[in-house]
């Protein structure tokens, strides 16, 4: 079904992670039919479920307003880059990103990996095995089905508002794994969201109590997603419960635990490291003990271009670098030097973001939980939460909350600030200006700016999301907005 994904990379991505031969042989037209428990269970495993493969056409890491461009970048972006025109559309923060011609890896990947979710739904009952296992198959594909839902709103509809959310468009929900259907009807926001939430509210107390692979969904990992969504939509008090839930069932978890960077970068003398350094430092997403569900983006940034003498694709801006106190080992992360040890005319982030997570790490539960704790008034619970995060982070004696952070509002903000810092390099913080566009606390940001030279391009509202990609809008022409 062109208008939505290619349909023939999904069923050999199906086939393959069958291993039987008999998973194809008597499809009904537009299905594929596992037979067994176990069938249903190796499609999970596929690696089309791990592996986003999304690279550089990530563009919601080229919005991110923490980057600063030099004149010679475009040039840079063009030679290092499969997608130049698009990036470049996205660095100036145009509505229309993708090329005529250029299908949106983020649409497909999402809607390949929904067509086997819905096809473990849809069947798993019937499937010869055990009851309880069918059960926890079922409540996993539910909620990996939501999340990737979920995952599409952040890139092609407008953030969760209550006052516009009924008459937003989002994306299809799309609930068959059916290669025959032609058309789907779009979700509203409201739809979308309430749809999302639901599903995951049912499925998550079905999911299994704890499993080992980091691509597979079990309760804690649940409650975090079904906590991730309520804390974009600005439910703070709605993610509180999720969250704290999946804080408590992680404790001791001995798949999923913060690395300790006084521990690790004790051999390096907790100074500024060599770039290579870096890159040998930070774990690939899916052997990082900090990784909770694997959903990962290998960008390979361009990591080795300050160390040629030549010009990286974009730097972080100084007022990034600054949030990061001498103290705190992730500055350690961002180079200021190039290979001849000459200072580059801004620091320079990208190694962090050469593997991208998709899905949820550890942090990002200890930071949201701790952000909805201080705006539901819980602060000496915020401040203990921050406190546990950052003895991980920080020299010892320096993870306690500085005495310039007195009130709620100040806590708040501290939560964000801490947020990117955590993520910096990223995109993460994209994600951080949608959720905080209308909050009164955070009004401060705006412009959102990317500068280009002396150019300085603005982050208008209306592209908090990217338009549909025009290979998506041939085969659905009613979606064609005015």
């Not at 479920?49 to 972006?77: G, H, P, Q, R």
Request: hydrophobic share 35%; proline share 4%; with cysteine.
């Amino acid at each position: 079904m062109r208008n939505l994904f290619y349909v023939l990379n999904i069923l050999i991505g199906m086939f393959l992670v069958s291993g039987c031969d008999h998973f194809l042989d008597e499809a009904p037209r537009g299905n594929a039919i596992a037979e067994t428990v176990e069938d249903y269970d190796k499609m999970f495993n596929a690696s089309t479920i791990m592996n986003m493969s999304i690279a550089d056409s990530y563009y919601a890491y080229w919005k991110n307003d923490e980057l600063i461009f030099t004149e010679d970048c475009y040039s840079t972006v063009v030679q290092m880059t499969s997608y130049p025109t698009s990036i470049k559309a996205a660095i100036e923060y145009q509505y229309h990103i993708y090329r005529e011609d250029e299908n949106s890896l983020e649409w497909e990947k999402c809607y390949n990996q929904i067509y086997i979710f819905n096809a473990i739904i849809n069947g798993i009952m019937q499937a010869q095995g055990d009851e309880t296992e069918k059960g926890y198959l079922l409540a996993e594909a539910r909620v990996s089905r939501a999340y990737m839902h979920f995952l599409l709103a952040q890139w092609f509809a407008m953030p969760y508002n209550e006052t516009t959310a009924e008459t937003e468009w989002a994306i299809p929900i799309v609930k068959e794994a059916n290669t025959q259907t032609k058309k789907y009807d779009r979700a509203t926001v409201k739809e979308l969201y309430s749809w999302i939430i639901s599903e995951m509210e049912e499925a998550c107390p079905l999911l299994k109590k704890r499993e080992e692979h980091r691509m597979r969904c079990y309760q804690a990992t649940g409650y975090a997603l079904l906590g991730k969504v309520y804390f974009q939509m600005g439910k703070y008090e709605k993610a509180l419960e999720p969250l704290r839930t999946a804080y408590e069932l992680l404790q001791g978890d001995p798949n999923v635990y913060l690395t300790d960077h006084k521990v690790k970068q004790a051999s390096y003398g907790y100074k500024e490291m060599g770039m290579f350094d870096i890159m040998s430092y930070i774990p690939f997403v899916y052997n990082d003990n900090e990784t909770l569900y694997c959903k990962y983006n290998p960008t390979m940034r361009n990591y080795y271009l300050p160390y040629y003498d030549m010009a990286p694709t974009d730097y972080l801006k100084p007022e990034i670098y600054q949030l990061f106190d001498e103290e705190d080992l992730r500055r350690n992360l961002i180079s200021t030097k190039n290979a001849m040890g000459e200072p580059l005319p801004y620091p320079y982030s990208g190694a962090l973001g050469a593997y991208m997570n998709l899905g949820c790490a550890l942090p990002e539960v200890y930071l949201m939980l701790a952000e909805c704790e201080a705006r539901a008034g819980s602060e000496s619970e915020s401040r203990r939460v921050l406190e546990e995060f950052r003895s991980y982070r920080l020299l010892s004696g320096f993870e306690v909350i500085p005495q310039s952070v007195q009130t709620k509002n100040d806590l708040i903000r501290f939560c964000v600030d801490e947020q990117t810092q955590e993520f910096v390099g990223t995109g993460y913080r994209y994600y951080n200006v949608r959720r905080l566009w209308n909050d009164p606390l955070f009004q401060d940001w705006k412009p959102i700016t990317h500068t280009v030279g002396s150019q300085v391009y603005i982050l208008e509202e209306t592209q908090l999301k990217t338009a549909y990609p025009e290979t998506v809008l041939i085969w659905n022409e009613e979606w064609r907005e005015s």
